[in-house]
């Protein structure tokens, strides 16, 4: 599993030296990195950045996400980006931005949101690959609700022995304790962006000096671990990787 860490991460200097050779999201409403992360990483994504339009109430520009990601998509290191979405819209409008959105499938990922019907879900999986993101009353990622959501889905989404029809990628599910229960392709979350520099949750004799210091060790934590290789409902997916032992 690819895991994307989210940027902007600050200082500069630090995400120089904790991004280098690993995988970046670049979001649209925070493209400042974009170059960087395009020199030192070993691939990135694009995301819409929907969401964060959404939620300071900006309206949100679908020509320029468009160009932005026309531009990046000729550069060898960039994997995909998310097709764009309204957030407040409904899945007729999504289907119709999904539908009609002008870079190849593959690199376009289309999103699918949990609150969303199954038979959409079963529409977009013409795609190659589908982004899963909570939302509604499944907006927190790993409680009861969410998890019976999930079993829902992976019916949807997997054959009879659990193996996913198309790519999944996890929106904001770079939780060990969540990825490692399932058969993701990639996933992503701002993490290590947000935590490096909350003074207060790095206290003790071993504290690292410096915020390159701290991603170091949360990226360490996410990258041990793997997704599993296929979903079994009976363990939501806990044990799936055990076979690699005998």
Not at 26 to 47: K, N, R, T, W, Y
Not at 83 to 100: C, F, K, M, V, Y
Request: hydrophobic share 40%; glycine share 8%; with cysteine.
């Amino acid at each position: 599993m690819i895991p994307y860490h989210g940027l902007p991460m600050t200082p500069l200097a630090d995400m120089v030296q904790a991004m280098a050779a690993r995988h970046a999201m670049v979001s649209f409403e925070h493209p400042g990195q974009a170059e960087v992360a395009a020199e030192i990483c070993q691939s990135f994504v694009l995301d819409n950045g929907a969401f964060s339009a959404w939620k300071q109430g900006k309206a949100y520009d679908f020509n320029g996400y468009q160009e932005w990601a026309e531009r990046w998509m000729r550069h060898p290191a960039m994997d995909w980006c998310v097709i764009p979405d309204r957030i407040d819209g409904s899945e007729s409008d999504n289907r119709e931005l999904a539908t009609h959105w002008p870079l190849p499938p593959a690199v376009s990922v289309p999103v699918w949101h949990m609150h969303e019907s199954l038979e959409y879900l079963e529409f977009l999986m013409r795609w190659p690959r589908i982004a899963l993101g909570s939302s509604g009353q499944f907006a927190t990622v790993g409680d009861d609700r969410w998890w019976g959501r999930i079993a829902e889905v992976m019916r949807v989404l997997c054959d009879e022995a659990g193996r996913p029809k198309v790519k999944l990628h996890g929106l904001r599910m770079l939780d060990p304790g969540v990825f490692s229960r399932l058969p993701l392709a990639s996933a992503d979350s701002c993490n290590v962006a947000r935590n490096i520099g909350i003074d207060q949750k790095w206290r003790g004799p071993y504290t690292p000096r410096t915020q390159y210091g701290r991603a170091l060790i949360l990226m360490e934590r996410i990258e041990h671990h793997a997704s599993c290789a296929y979903w079994s409902a009976d363990a939501m997916g806990a044990y799936t990787n055990l076979e690699l032992f005998g």
